[in-house]
Nanobody
Framework: QVQLVESGGGLVQPGGSLRLSCSASGSIFSIDTMGWYRQAPGNQRELVARINSGGDTNYADSVKGRFTIRRDNAKKSAYLQMNSLNAADTAGYYC?????????WGQGTQGTVSS
């Protein structure tokens, strides 16, 4: 059984930072892409950032220059450093892990930006 465990969400003031972590455990092999998605109330889930096994990254335009994704293959983990946060970044953040055969989602961690 594969499990994705996310952590690092919370409440932060505008301009602040959060660091999200996602760790995969269980029988998961040959991870291709690891990514973070977010969903705000009333909105569809959207890509925030993703990184493939070669280290290539993609970012949503709205977070370029503020967010950084990286991964640790040995730990089967991905991290999202979020800086210069604003209210529009408030959302549930979900880790997604893709292998050659399967797609896994974490349960999400809430990030709230508010003064």
């Amino acid at each position: 059984q594969v499990q994705l465990v996310e952590s690092g969400g919370g409440l932060v003031q505008p301009g602040g930072s959060l660091r999200l972590s996602c760790s995969a455990s269980g029988s998961i092999f040959s991870i291709d892409t690891m990514g973070w998605y977010r969903q705000a109330p009333g909105n569809q889930r959207e890509l925030v950032a993703r990184i493939n096994s070669g280290g290539d990254t993609n970012y949503a335009d709205s977070v370029k220059g503020r967010f950084t994704i990286r991964r640790d293959n040995a730990k089967k983990s991905a991290y999202l450093q979020m800086n210069s946060l604003n209210a529009a970044d408030t959302a549930g953040y979900y880790c997604r892990v893709k292998t050659a055969r399967y797609l896994y989602w974490g349960q999400g961690t809430q990030g709230t930006v508010s003064s």
